[in-house]
């Protein structure tokens, strides 16, 4: 098993520490790599598109020729998780920004995002979220978190922040408004990895 995290921008690190962390903890033998190149995506198990700046993602995706193979393997069943400006790209609708800075999303969730919802870097906070299939809560850590307006279709709702959707999955695939590789607590990876 290859658990493949988009490594072209964003905590690259954290989630591949994360990740090996979950893997541990639910006794499972696998691999975390570093994703650059389409074959890389087509021998993961599983993706990770971490955080960091949408727009920038957004262009590097087709310039290392990633852009197309991701939303193939939504289509086939891969599970993929997006946190932040991953959360953002798996939308298929963004805000006023995401059209103005002609960010390409991937439209593979059925969801609308508002990418600077919590506003700027200083903005930042860290807050107790209740997810559902969690028996105690998860340290929801926002920064510049975009917020999900709006779930349709087999899109579900799993973790609110004051009314407001954090957290949502669709088949096979996960996003969050915030950063889980940085909380130290390794659930929501240990929950994506059993969605293979």
Do not use: W
Request: aromatic share 6%; hydrophobic share 40%; with cysteine.
């Amino acid at each position: 098993m290859k658990i493949g995290i988009i490594s072209l921008q964003g905590a690259v690190p954290e989630h591949i520490s994360m990740t090996s962390q979950a893997l541990n903890s639910l006794g499972l033998k696998g691999e975390v790599i570093a994703v650059r190149h389409p074959k890389e995506l087509t021998e993961s198990s599983a993706l990770i598109l971490p955080g960091g700046e949408s727009t920038t993602i957004s262009k590097l995706l087709k310039r290392f020729e990633l852009h197309d193979p991701l939303i193939k393997a939504a289509d086939e069943g891969i599970p993929i998780m997006g946190t932040c400006a991953g959360c953002i790209l798996m939308a298929k609708e963004g805000d006023d920004e995401v059209a103005k800075t002609k960010t390409e999303l991937l439209k593979i969730m059925d969801m609308k995002v508002n990418r600077n919802a919590f506003g700027r870097q200083r903005e930042s906070f860290e807050a107790e979220l209740d997810i559902q299939g969690f028996n105690s809560s998860f340290p929801g850590i926002f920064i510049r978190g975009p917020l999900i307006e709006e779930v349709y279709g087999k899109c579900k709702a799993l973790s609110y922040y004051d009314d407001k959707i954090v957290m949502a999955k669709q088949d096979n695939l996960l996003g969050l408004s915030f950063h889980p590789e940085l909380s130290g607590d390794s659930r929501i990876h240990e929950m994506f990895l059993k969605m293979i």
